[in-house]
């Protein structure tokens, strides 16, 4: 995907082609995981850009399973970032069904990669591992429920 244009009501009934193209590639998706660092306490503009635009007209992340996973260089693992993005999934313009508990929030990402963007510490490793095992367990319920 490449870089969306800001979003625009004015041109949202005939949003830009790749607009559409990650609107239909989120609606084809059968949940979403979310991966944020956190800037000024909050997440990047980008990403609020997207769910803007997916929030709007044809909704395609409501009902979706979400997941909230973050990292950032600072002491405090996005937290106040993931806080601040689960209010916005949980919104009734957007209506994700966001996963509970499971929160992974990776602080001094620094010392836990090597050069080649690898988790290197086994305990995050895992921890991130029984997350995603969650994750893809809520999910499959909340299909069976559909």
């Known amino acids: 995907m490449g870089a969306l244009t800001f979003y625009d009501q004015d041109i949202e009934l005939e949003a830009p082609a790749e607009v559409q193209a990650f609107k239909q590639t989120v609606m084809d998706a059968d949940g979403v995981i979310f991966v944020t660092p956190e800037y ?29 996973l973050g990292a950032t260089m600072g002491p405090l693992g996005t937290v106040r970032a993931q806080s601040h993005l689960r209010q916005v999934l949980d919104s009734p313009g957007v ?52």
């Open 40 to 68: 000024n306490h909050s997440v990047p503009g980008v990403l609020e850009n997207a769910i803007d635009w997916l929030s709007r007209v044809e909704r395609p992340l409501i009902g979706k399973p979400a997941m909230i």
């Open 95 to 146: 209506g994700m069904q966001i996963l509970p508990g499971n929160e992974f929030l990776l602080s001094a990402v620094q010392d836990k990669m090597n050069a080649d963007w690898d988790l290197t510490d086994n305990k995050v490793v895992e921890w991130l591992d029984h997350c995603v095992a969650d994750y893809l367990k809520f999910a499959h319920q909340l299909a069976a429920n559909d």
